[in-house]
Structure formats: structure tokens, C-alpha cells
């Protein structure tokens, strides 16, 4: 009798192959066998599999009717996946490549979208053309009906795809938008317009798609790779059943950082993949990535109440390298012990850093991501600044707040230069409702200083050297800065000195005030970039010293500067503290595979309660701690963190 599969909405972790099969790879599938999957099956115990169908090269590893066929397929290994799979109940998924798809466009030319130069792009399809119909989606319905898998994880879409000047295209964003003139390049007018429609466009195919497929094949699961992620940051608009994406081979950890906390909030299932080997973009070798750095990343994840899988290359034949199996084993036997007090756990709301969809795409010369452009730097500096001070941080777009923003006790705005004025008009009311918000930058504090009580002589042109300080260290940074007058009511809560030196003339760079019934405050210079490229311990003090000031009643604090990760999260009435250890090498560039991460010792944790608090537990040990109860909160010594670990409180019903 067969085991029943888990769905994705029900999945904790998993395992993911590929190998972007090529017209040059020989024997594809000859040492694909019963025995090595089912090997890999009992060594892991995942809940599901994802392995290769179609790569970016655009053919396929098995035996397809419909696509591309690698020319060295031998044996049907797809049809060996499935059946092994089902017959243990473990979940299989396809990974399959979406847009980019060189071998479909080699065939059919006029399936490619078409640059800024009029030239063909030899490896992305257009989504204005008829590949999606011709080729991806009867592709799709081949895996459902044929091989009964149980869905797909759509590679190579929101991030490949970009502005398409395909006739079809040019016509349709004349007609729709009623302008003649077509822009190439950011610099031109009209460019946020076209790239909008494009955006739009990419949407409409994935829905087209995904609805498709679902109305042919009942209970088959879509996901599009890094769909409604940082990626591509607004609200879910398609009938995708889970959202994914895999992190960067290197600086793992700060990219689960911010990854995990975008998607946790989009009202989907959602994982992350981390890659099972270290090394360089463009290496010719990389390195399998050991157990305890694999935890690391894990224990991001899982600690936001994420879904987690990792990710190993197919040998050039499809079959896979066995012994990175105990790596997987030792990964997932650490996950588990935590699953219970982890999986589908939902935030407490403390502080919203604001990921700006708006600011985003206008920002955006891409369709979406940007690690080239860089325009998510400063928030990811901000985070990781927030987080190096183990504050408790979610980020929200403007669609996650909604309704509901004063949920959230702070709201942090990071440096965007421009707002819809609704939204700004909204975090206004906010805080006259009691809500408590900082803003950081240079420009984004110009657009809040009647609320922020301030005056300012504005400098545009120039950047000034600045040294901010945090007890008796100063640490510099780059940026504008205006000549700040603080008016009647609002204080002045930070100064910067011109030199490095305490005796140097000073200028006004951060300040509070009461607004209706809660707290305004700014911090009126750029730091995160100068964070994301060199933090220091100053100016991440300088940012927690700020926000103590302005949100002192936060729920969790702890005693201790290490490099501990703190989120808080709830799950069947309890509440969950995740402690994760974030020190280590994860990000540092020249080394791509380490297996020792200091413990950290002896921290003091205080929680701030609602209601009298009855048990501490420890976990994943298991043991019940002692506590001490001073007014509003209670203090729990905890001896040592190792990777992570997590203290469920029971409060009074």
C-alpha cells in the first residue's frame, strides 16, 4: 500500500537535484537505479524531492513528447524518480527552467524576447510570445499526467525575464498606455512606465500559466522561482501554491536573513534552498558545504517558521554523489528536533523594516531583483544592523501592513528616496494613533520634516565625512547631510562630529518628538550601505541605542552583544524565542566552507509579558528553566548557544 505524500503546504524540508542537463552530456539517466534513490530516501527522511527535468539550457533530462529531449538520455531516470518516491511517500517535485530556455529558442527565434537593441536574446523567451502555450505549459501537463509528479518549482523566471521590445510588445504598451515614444535605457522618459508594463506582462504569463496547468491537472503544485520575494516585492497575484527561492551560494546567512523575512508574510507556504556547496560564481570546482554550516543557514529559516531544503548537483548523467547524503542526514536530523516548536510558527509584530514596492520598482532598472543594481543595499545594511543588535525585526511591504499597520509597535523607513504619498499619508496616521516610526536617510527624512519638527538648509551636492557616536567610541560614515534646527517639542537625540574626535565641531543627526499620541524620529544621514560593506560595533550600537530610545517597551531584549540572531515568534498559544548563532565566517568571501561556529555563553534574556508567566521551557533539550519576575517582564539566564535554540514561555490563560 502506498504512503500518503505530503503536500507542499504541509512539507518541512526537503532535498533538491539538478543539473541543467546539455546537448553534450552523455548516458543521462544509465546510473539513475531504484537502489540509489531509495538510499537517499532512508538516509534523509525528507518530506520531498526535487530533481532535474529541464535546465536553463533548455533540455530535457528525461524522455519528453513535448519539449527539448537531451540527446544522451538512455534510460528513463524521471520515470525511476517517480516510482521509487510514491512508493515511499515522499513528494516529488520537478525543477524546471520557465523563461530562460536557449534550446526552445535555438528552434524557434521568434520565441525570444527581444532587447533594448532590437537583438534577439539567445536565451530568454518572450512572454508576449507563444512559448509559454506551445512548449511550457503542455510541457507541464506531460510531468502531471504522464509521471504523476507532484508539482514543479519554475526556475529561471521573474529574475531572467526582462524588458521585452518585441513588435507584439511595442503595440500593446502603445495601445494600452496611449504613449508613442519607447524608451531604451533608464535615462529616458517614459523608462519606468515600459519597465511597469513589462513587469505587468511577466505577471499575466505566470498567471496564465499557473492557471492553465491547475484547471488540466487537479492538485498539481506551482511554484515560481523567487515569485512575490525581495525579488519581486507586492502582493501574491497569482494561483501559485507555495513560494521558494534559493539563497546565494555564499554570504548565505545574511541573505536567509532578509529572504525568510520577506516571504513570511505573503500568506503562502514558503521555504528556502540553500546550496550544499560553497565557492565563487564562475569557479571552475566548488566545495560541499559541511553539517554545521548548513545548520546555520537552516536555523534562519526555520527560526521565521519557513520550510527548508538543500540543494546538490546531479552528476553529468543524473545519478547523484551518495556520500553528500550524511551531510543531509545530520541537517535534517537538526531540523526535526525543531520542527515542532519552529514549522508554520507566525511573528510577534515588535519592529517593521519597510521593504517600499514603490521605491523598489522605481529605483529598479530591472524587471526585478537587483544584486547587480544594488538597490536593496541600504535596507539590507539597516537589517543586518537591527539584527548584529538582536532587536526582533520583520520586513513588511506596504501591502502587508494594510489595515493593520498598528500591529506593529515601530516601523522603521530605510532610506527610500520616494513614497506614494497614501502610503506616507498612512504612516503619518500611524503615529498620531501611537504608533512609534524612525525614518532613516538622508532623503527619506525630507519627506517627514513637518512631522518631525525639524528645519532643514538642504546640501544636495555633496557628501560630508561624519563620525557618530556610541559610548566612547566614534565611527565614521559617508553622506549627505543638511543643517538640521530642531523646532520647539522635538529633542535632539544624536549629534556627529566632523572629525574623528570628541572635541570636533558636532551637527544634529538624529531626533524624536511626540506626534498625537506616538513617537516620531529620524536619523537624518545614509549608513546602510557604509553597514553592508563594513559594520562596525559602533554604528550598530549608535542605530539600538536610537531605537531603544524611541521603542523601549520591546518585548525581548537580551544583555549581550554577540552575534546572536533573536526572533519572536508564537505558535498553538505559546510563545517561541529563536536565539540563533550568527557568528562565524558565513561572510566572508574568501572562505566558502568552514565547520566551527563559536558558541555563545551566558546571556541574560528578558521578556516582557502581558500576562503572568507559568513555565520556561528550553529547547530542544526539553528542560524546564528557572525565571525571575521583575514587574512587567521576567529575566532567564541562558548558558550557551551553539547554532540555535529557543525558550517557549506559557503565560497565564
Known amino acids: 500500500m502506498e504512503k500518503k505524500r505530503l503536500r507542499r503546504s504541509e512539507s518541512y524540508i526537503g532535498i533538491h537535484f539538478d543539473f541543467h542537463a546539455r546537448a553534450d552530456d552523455k548516458n543521462i539517466g544509465k546510473n539513475t537505479t531504484k537502489e ?34 537531451a540527446p544522451g538520455i538512455i534510460k528513463d531516470a524521471l520515470k525511476i524518480w517517480r516510482s521509487v518516491t510514491k512508493k515511499h511517500g515522499v513528494a516529488l517535485y520537478m525543477h524546471y527552467s520557465g523563461v530562460w530556455d536557449t534550446a526552445a529558442i535555438a528552434q524557434r527565434s521568434d520565441w525570444g524576447r527581444i532587447d533594448e537593441n532590437g537583438n534577439p536574446d ?29 508539482g514543479v518549482w519554475v526556475d529561471g523566471e521573474c529574475w531572467a525575464t526582462a524588458q521585452d521590445y518585441c513588435e507584439k510588445a511595442i503595440r500593446a504598451f502603445k495601445k494600452e498606455k ?50 512575490f520575494s525581495s525579488f519581486m516585492p507586492e502582493k501574491v497575484s497569482a494561483d501559485v501554491d507555495f513560494l521558494s527561492g534559493d539563497i546565494s551560494l555564499n554570504n548565505s546567512v545574511n541573505e536567509a536573513r532578509l529572504e525568510a523575512r520577506c516571504l513570511m508574510h505573503q500568506g503562502l507556504p514558503w521555504d528556502l534552498m540553500s546550496w550544499g556547496f560553497g565557492g565563487k560564481f564562475g569557479d571552475e570546482v566548488y566545495s560541499t558545504k559541511t553539517a554545521v554550516q548548513l545548520m546555520q543557514e537552516a536555523a534562519v529559516i526555520i527560526s ?47 519592529i517593521g523594516l519597510i521593504l517600499s514596492s514603490y521605491a523598489f520598482y522605481k529605483a529598479n532598472p530591472r524587471l526585478f531583483g537587483s544584486w547587480r543594481e544594488g538597490v536593496l543595499d541600504p535596507l539590507k545594511g539597516i537589517l543586518q544592523c537591527l539584527l548584529d543588535g538582536s532587536k526582533c525585526v520583520d520586513v513588511v511591504m506596504e501591502h502587508n501592513l494594510g489595515n493593520d499597520i498598528n500591529r506593529f509597535p515601530m516601523l522603521i523607513l530605510p532610506e527610500w528616496n520616494c513614497l506614494e504619498e497614501g502610503f506616507r499619508i498612512q504612516l503619518i496616521d500611524y503615529v498620531r494613533n501611537g504608533g512609534k516610526l524612525l525614518i532613516i536617510g538622508n532623503k527619506a527624512s525630507k519627506m517627514f520634516l513637518d512631522e518631525l519638527g525639524t528645519e532643514a538648509k538642504l546640501n544636495e551636492n555633496e557628501t560630508t565625512k561624519l563620525w557618530v557616536s556610541s559610548g566612547n567610541l566614534l565611527s565614521g560614515v559617508v553622506s549627505h547631510i543638511d543643517k538640521l ?91 517561541v524565542i529563536n536565539f540563533v548563532n550568527v557568528s562565524g565566517p558565513h561572510a566572508d568571501e574568501n572562505v566558502h566552507v568552514y565547520d566551527f561556529i563559536p558558541e555563545i555563553h551566558n546571556i541574560t534574556v528578558y521578556y516582557r509579558f502581558d500576562k503572568a508567566v507559568e513555565r520556561v521551557r528550553l529547547e530542544p533539550e526539553g528542560i524546564d528553566v528557572p525565571f525571575v519576575v521583575c514587574c512587567d517582564y521576567i529575566a532567564v539566564k541562558v548558558e550557551k548557544v551553539k547554532i540555535h535554540m529557543a525558550l517557549i514561555i506559557w503565560e497565564a490563560k
Open 36 to 69: 540509489m534513490i531509495e538510499q537517499i530516501i532512508k538516509e534523509t527522511a525528507v518530506d520531498y524531492i526535487q530533481c532535474d527535468c529541464k535546465g536553463h539550457p533548455g533540455y530535457s533530462s528525461y524522455p519528453t513528447r513535448v519539449g527539448n529531449a
Open 122 to 150: 539567445k536565451n530568454n523567451t518572450s512572454v508576449f510570445g507563444p512559448y509559454v502555450d506551445d512548449l511550457l505549459i503542455p510541457q507541464l501537463i506531460e510531468l502531471a499526467n504522464k509521471y504523476c509528479v507532484d
Open 178 to 227: 496611449g504613449i508613442t515614444e519607447i524608451p531604451r535605457a533608464i535615462s529616458e522618459k517614459y523608462f519606468y512606465e515600459y519597465t511597469q508594463f513589462c513587469r505587468e506582462a511577466f505577471k499575466k504569463y505566470l498567471r496564465h500559466y499557473v492557471d492553465k496547468v491547475h484547471f488540466a491537472c487537479k492538485g498539481f503544485q506551482i511554484c515560481s522561482n523567487w515569485a
Open 304 to 350: 521565521l517558521g519557513g520550510g527548508y531544503q538543500t540543494y546538490f548537483s546531479q552528476n553529468r548523467d543524473g545519478s547523484v554523489s551518495l556520500y553528500q547524503m550524511s551531510v543531509v542526514q545530520e541537517v535534517v536530523k537538526f531540523c526535526r528536533k525543531r520542527q515542532r516548536f519552529c514549522h508554520k510558527a507566525k511573528s510577534v509584530p515588535q
Open 485 to 575: 534646527s530642531a523646532k520647539d517639542k522635538t529633542k535632539v537625540i544624536a549629534r556627529a562630529y566632523y572629525n574623528n574626535d570628541f572635541n570636533s565641531e558636532s551637527t544634529v543627526v538624529a531626533t524624536m518628538r511626540k506626534v498625537g499620541a506616538g513617537t516620531i524620529g529620524a536619523v537624518y544621514i545614509d549608513i546602510g550601505k557604509k553597514y553592508l560593506k563594513g559594520a562596525t560595533s559602533g554604528i550598530r550600537d549608535f542605530i539600538s541605542d536610537i531605537v531603544d530610545q524611541i521603542f523601549p517597551e520591546q518585548k525581548v531584549k537580551i544583555d549581550s552583544t554577540a552575534a546572536l540572531d533573536v526572533t519572536l515568534m508564537t505558535k498553538n498559544d505559546v510563545t
